[in-house]
């Protein structure tokens, strides 16, 4: 049996009154998903009575089948229409809101995976210039969307601090001036923070996330500084540092810091004890995030990487790690990829990851931008220029406009190639409505933006944590505490042209 | 809900009184090569169950899209699998497509629909379902007469377009790809 | 290694993409007669065995079935992908010209605002950043096809 599963042997099919849905063997039971979003679990008996056309209208199915769009003659089109509109909002945003700029390339770590190809603390030939950021920063306020979020990232920022600060304060001048709605985020290592720059940071509203891969022998393995030497302790420290002093005053409550670990080879076996660090240092989620085969880890692969298949068994005793702390009241923690897919699965709204969206978000959602001003689809796009191939360089901040950017071939190649209606694996899978592929991805692996689905990593990993998530889903117990995390709605996304309610206040 | 009404035409069963000839698969120990009669199979489902192969095989087809293709299959690993355990497979993802690509077939107008709509709901064009629209419907009984036409209304305009695609002979069809795979089988059984 | 490929089920624009989809790992030269056509397969790797350019000729015709069937499936979907595609693009471009800039950016005081930030931006940049540049270092090579991906 493929990947998409199939029809057990000699079942009977009336597909004259049956509606546009995909379905998925779950073993035991079948989920049925359509384009509009909606999706039903069945017993595989129901299943097969679906299929032979045998559910009347007196059926106890008939009335789940009908409200969700399954039955062809009783479909709801504008409800449907409507549906679709809320799932794939940002299909309907003027432009991208995550603008990711890449201050400098140099760093104080040397990360076994880096992505970031990261260069010598002395190449200040690698940071940004003030010039530079100024235009930078003009082009992405020449974008139409109406929120902006500036995300600092590198190498490591804090190590072209001024620009940071020059960047910060110019674009909060321009989104007043502008009444343009402005979110800033710094992504750093946390080892070069001072209380100076907190206060800084602080004053701004900037909010600030930092990599936290797990407890300290596996931290330092992954991310050892330059020159070796041991780094975890210094996160740790800021972390209970900065959220100490938000949770002091209730205006900084939002900007308590986040932590995101990368999961590599070495991480395996540290599911639990991961968890366990998030959960002692008081974090609100932790994000199981597999590696990408991008860039430098692309070089590393063979030391730090694994098999599709590994990585969502990890996912999965994880998620039930994290779950029984749920239900035996050890903690709240939860995890934020089943958040996203939760999100899309049973309230019907795009949470606004990049990554699982048709198109993908690549310009369309986010775009980066490199220290020399280049402009990229994505900071992996930016990667793989990084090694030697410019074919995700769509513009430059020193002539480029916007409108340069959004015709370039390379933005319509990935918009094409990301659309799920154009790939044929895609198309009949039953996650279609909440999944993405990712351009740079499968270019990076498969020499191709389209890709090979049956045979593509990405599809193998996000398929096996959709079923996990399904499961879990399926599963009363589980389900308790995934629709707990749902009330809380703790998806504040930066990411999102949406921003939900609750954000701190508006820089204007 | 009961409609007193007509309402769209039920299509046959997926079980015709003559059942094709089984494919037999022909198997070395290299490779399995199974040829498949287009008109019968489908061409989307031949291509879609041969593309669902290539993570375990290499892949080949040879013959002509009107008629006959051959689909050769060599495992990657022999270790892994075996040519026999390919073409099993293969007839088995050949079986799901066929009914994945009907329903995609009979639906693709609706979906195509539902798509535009969302677009002009997007864009302000028109309006999206209000919370009246959206309340449940009642029970049958209670049904007015207004929205017994309502209801037929919607349910000729689908019927009027789904004709309107069949009907358009811009681009030839002598493959019958506009067929459902319904209508195909009624015509070989007429044969 | 030679493979026989029938024009009524393969097209030539799918043999040009998934000859360059696998360019970095196979040369690939075309003939063809008035029915098929004609692929000589040959590796890159010159210590490439007959076992493995029999695997890249494998990997080449399922390239070309990938391209093949997206081609169907493409055709097939059209109406619906360009209408997302159309409409993503558009909504994205947010209008034929870009808006202006703001009135309020005009002023001289918000060119005061910014001049005076990024003096003090450069300012501390001289201040503050360091002066002697390590060496670039080795170029690192490209990545070898078989790096485990």
Not at chain 2, 108 to 115: D, G, Y
Request: net charge neutral; glycine share 6%.
């Amino acid at each position: 049996m493929s990947r998409l599963t199939g029809l057990a042997k000699d079942v009977s099919v009336e597909t004259g009154n049956l509606s546009a849905f995909n379905f998925r063997d779950m073993g035991g039971w079948h989920l049925l998903t359509n384009d509009w979003g909606q999706f039903l679990m069945m017993s595989t008996a129901d299943f097969e009575r679906f299929m032979a056309g045998k559910v009347g209208a007196d059926d106890p199915l008939y009335p789940e089948l009908e409200s969700r769009g399954f039955l062809k003659a009783r479909l709801d089109f504008r409800q449907l229409a409507a549906n679709t509109v809320k799932k794939s909002s940002f299909q309907w945003f003027p432009g991208p809101s995550l603008h990711m700029i890449v201050v400098t390339l140099r760093c104080n770590q040397k990360c076994q995976y880096c992505h970031s190809s990261v260069v010598d603390p002395s190449r200040t030939d690698t940071d940004m210039d003030v010039a530079t950021a100024k235009k930078t920063v003009d082009f992405i306020f020449s974008t139409p969307n109406p929120t902006i979020c500036i995300e600092f990232q590198g190498g490591e920022p804090l190590l072209n601090w001024p620009v940071v600060k020059f960047i910060t304060e110019y674009a909060q001048a321009k989104a007043k001036a502008g009444n343009r709605k402005l979110l800033m985020a710094l992504v750093c290592n946390f080892t070069l923070m001072t209380e100076d720059k907190l206060d800084f940071l602080f004053d701004h509203h900037v909010s600030i996330c930092t990599s936290l891969d797990g407890p300290a022998e596996l931290h330092n393995k992954n991310r050892p500084f330059l020159g070796g030497g041991e780094a975890q302790q210094k996160v740790v420290y800021w972390l209970e540092k900065i959220q100490e002093r938000c949770n002091a005053d209730p205006k900084k409550k939002y900007y308590l810091p986040g932590a995101l670990m990368t999961t590599t080879r070495f991480s395996m076996d540290y599911g639990p004890q991961i968890v366990d660090l998030y959960v002692k240092l008081g974090l609100e989620q932790v994000f199981l995030r597999p590696l990408s085969p991008i860039g430098y880890a692309k070089r590393v692969w063979k030391d730090v990487g694994y098999e599709p298949g590994e990585f969502v068994r990890f996912y999965e005793d994880t998620l039930d790690y994290i779950i029984d702390l749920n239900v035996s009241g050890k903690s709240d923690i939860m995890e934020r990829m089943a958040l996203i897919l939760l999100s899309k699965i049973v309230k019907g709204e795009d949470p606004g990851f990049m990554d699982l969206r048709s198109p993908a978000g690549a310009v369309l959602g986010c775009l980066a931008y490199n220290y020399n001003g280049k402009i990229f689809v994505s900071d992996e796009g930016r990667m793989v220029d990084h090694q030697g191939d410019p074919i995700f360089n769509v513009g430059d901040v020193a002539k480029d406009g916007w409108t340069s950017v959004i015709d370039h071939p390379t933005t319509r190649a990935c918009v094409t190639a990301s659309t799920l209606d154009n790939q044929p694996m895609c198309q009949q899978c039953a996650f279609k409505p909440y999944c993405g592929v990712e351009p740079v991805f499968h270019y990076e692996t498969q020499k191709s933006v389209f890709g090979q689905m049956p045979t593509s990593g990405w599809c193998v990993s996000h398929m096996g944590v959709f079923d996990v998530i399904f499961r879990k889903l399926r599963d009363p117990r589980s389900r308790k505490v995934l629709d707990k995390w749902l009330e809380r709605d703790q998806c504040r996304w930066q990411e999102s042209g949406n921003v939900p309610a609750g954000e701190p206040e508006v820089v204007r | 809900m009961k409609s007193k009404k007509k309402t769209a035409k039920k299509a046959p069963k997926l079980s015709p009184k003559k059942k094709p000839a089984a494919v037999a698969p022909k198997i070395s120990s290299l490779e399995a090569a199974l040829t498949l009669d287009v008109k019968t199979e489908g061409l989307e489902p031949v291509f879609g169950a041969a593309y669902l192969m290539m993570d375990k095989a290499f892949v080949q087809l040879s013959g002509d899209r009107a008629g006959k293709i051959t689909v050769i299959l060599r495992p990657k690993d022999p270790k892994a699998t075996t040519p026999k355990a390919l073409a099993e497979e293969f007839l088995s993802d050949l079986a799901s497509q066929k009914v994945r690509w009907a329903i995609s077939r009979n639906n693709q107008p609706v979906r195509e629909f539902i798509a535009e709509q969302a677009v002009l709901i997007a864009n302000g064009t028109i309006p999206p379902p209000s919370a009246a629209e959206a309340a449940p419907e009642p029970a049958a009984e209670e049904l007015t007469a207004e929205q017994r036409a309502e209801i037929e209304k919607l349910i000729s305009e689908v019927e009027s377009e789904i004709k309107t695609m069949n009907e358009k002979k811009s681009v030839p069809d002598p493959k019958g790809i506009k067929a459902s795979w319904e209508e195909k089988q009624e015509q070989e059984n007429k044969a | 290694m030679k493979m026989k490929l029938a024009k009524k089920i393969y097209s030539k624009d799918a043999l040009l993409i998934a000859a360059q989809v696998l360019s970095n790992k196979v040369n690939v030269y075309l003939e063809e007669s008035k029915s098929d056509y004609t692929v000589t397969i040959e590796a890159k790797r010159r210590d490439a065995g007959k076992e493995q350019v029999a695997a890249l000729a494998g990997e080449f015709g399922n390239e070309l079935l990938n391209q093949e069937y997206r081609f169907l499936v493409g055709r097939f979907n059209s109406k619906i992908s360009s209408l997302i595609v159309t409409q993503t693009l558009m909504a994205a471009r947010g209008g034929e010209t870009p808006a202006a800039a703001p009135a309020a950016e005009q002023t001289p005081e918000f060119k005061k605002l910014v001049a005076d930030l990024v003096k003090n931006a450069e300012a501390e940049v001289a201040r503050t950043m360091p002066r002697k540049i390590a060496d670039q270092g080795t170029v690192l090579p490209p990545v070898k096809e078989d790096a485990g991906v």
